[in-house]
């Protein structure tokens, strides 16, 4: 009795404190029935997790020091819900894990693993919001022969998303729309495979009203670039007309003699409880991998997606996603049996429902 009235005020005095500091817990838990077919390969239904917003629990806190200063962290943890395994193998807090300080008139400075800008500067223009069925990033892989795959090898740790071990510097809000940031990792000795990439990369936009538009640029070397390195410049834009906000980005990745260029443009249309949207992506190779010419591995993706929310925590929504290769591309909606032959078609639908707490 003594001991369990001993853990309770434990317990309480650590609540009380984590209130003092306000440390909040928050996340995401979302899942969705798959059916994917890829061509010559047949099909794979499947639940998926994330396919609306990345399931993840999130961790995070701010204190206030005073004098315009403030100190805080952000811990975000990726899930399967499907499964209940954690997203990325070894690695707990791998969507992001940083420690920060911030002031009005400085903006914030923030370690740790984070977002590279020009991911930032790409996936806000997605509707899609780089996940599910239709998104984006199913044309920005390490899969195929191209500058990604020569970067960071087909299984390596890499860098498109996040980046380990990195300082960065944001700007302040209230320059007149002004935003952006400033990042760098270190390798620290690693490899492509453990993650040790050199990343430097900035983000610069204005955001005012209804106009987004900014650029970003990361650039990044490790054991596989052999003194060269990949460059992953990002560009993009959106307006809301009131009935319908439509976007267009345009992403590059260069190494050597090889470079992927993709293209996207998306809107996203509020009606109501519902949300209506649609994207086209193009993935353009060009040049060369060593000996081996990528100049006819092309790929399309079409998503058609709708979203009812019930409230602002719970939604319920569809997607269907298409992609067409040419010459020896693979590209393939997430989630189907692998093995599918370069120039096929890859189809995809699923219906999922997604709580915000």
Same mark, same amino acid.
């Given at each position: ?24 817990? #928050?996340?995401? @838990? ?7 077919? *890829? ?9 998926? &997790? ?9 961790? !995070? ?7 315009? /200063?403030?100190?805080?962290?952000? /811990?975000?943890?990726?899930?399967? +819900?499907?499964?209940? @395994?954690?997203?990325?193998? *070894?690695?707990?807090?791998? !969507?992001?894990?940083?420690?920060? /300080? ?30 599910? =069925?239709?998104?984006?990033?199913? +044309?920005? $892989? ?17 860098? +498109?998303?996040?980046? *380990? ?38 983000? +610069?936009?204005?955001? $005012?009203?209804?106009?987004?538009? #900014? ?31 439509? &976007? %267009? ?6 190494? %050597? ?28 190779? =060009?040049? !060369? ?11 399309? /993706? ?6 009812? &929310? ?43 429902? !997604?709580?915000?707490?």
């Amino acid at each position: 009795m003594v001991k369990n009235c001993f853990i309770a005020t434990c317990m309480a005095a650590a609540a009380s404190a984590a209130c003092a500091q306000g440390v909040t817990l #928050s996340g995401v @838990a979302d899942a969705a029935a798959r059916h994917v077919r *890829n061509e010559g390969r047949g099909s794979v239904s499947s639940l998926a &997790s994330g396919a609306n917003a990345t399931s993840r629990i999130v961790v !995070r806190g701010q204190e206030d020091l005073g004098g315009g /200063l403030s100190a805080g962290f952000h /811990l975000e943890h990726g899930l399967l +819900l499907d499964s209940g @395994a954690q997203a990325a193998g *070894n690695r707990f807090w791998d !969507r992001r894990s940083t420690v920060s /300080l911030s002031g009005k008139s400085f903006g914030e400075l923030r370690a740790g693993r984070d977002y590279i800008p020009s991911y930032l500067n790409w996936g806000r223009f997605d509707p899609f919001a780089y996940v599910g =069925a239709a998104s984006s990033s199913s +044309l920005i $892989s390490v899969t195929p022969v191209g500058p990604i795959r020569a970067a960071y090898g087909p299984g390596a740790d890499h860098a +498109l998303t996040r980046a *380990n071990n990195t300082v960065q510097w944001w700007l302040p809000a209230g320059w007149g729309g002004l935003e952006g940031q400033v990042l760098a990792g270190a390798g620290e000795g690693g490899t492509a495979a453990t993650g040790g990439h050199k990343v430097i990369g900035a983000r +610069l936009g204005y955001a $005012s009203g209804p106009l987004v538009v #900014s650029a970003a640029t990361t650039r990044v070397e490790n054991d596989l670039t052999a003194g060269a390195h990949l460059s992953d410049h990002a560009l993009g834009g959106s307006w809301d007309f009131g009935v319908a906000r439509v &976007s %267009a980005a345009v992403r590059r990745f260069d190494i %050597a003699d090889a470079r992927q260029t993709n293209l996207l443009l998306g809107v996203r249309v509020p009606i109501g409880p519902w949300e209506l949207k649609a994207s086209w992506n193009r993935a353009n190779l =060009a040049g !060369r991998v060593g000996a081996t010419s990528i100049d006819a591995n092309d790929a399309t /993706l079409i998503g058609l997606g709708a979203v009812y &929310s019930f409230s602002k925590r719970t939604a319920l929504y569809a997607t269907l996603a298409h992609i067409s290769n040419d010459g020896a591309a693979a590209f393939t909606v997430p989630g189907g049996p692998a093995g599918m032959a370069g120039g096929g078609t890859s189809r995809g639908a699923e219906i999922g429902l !997604r709580h915000n707490f």
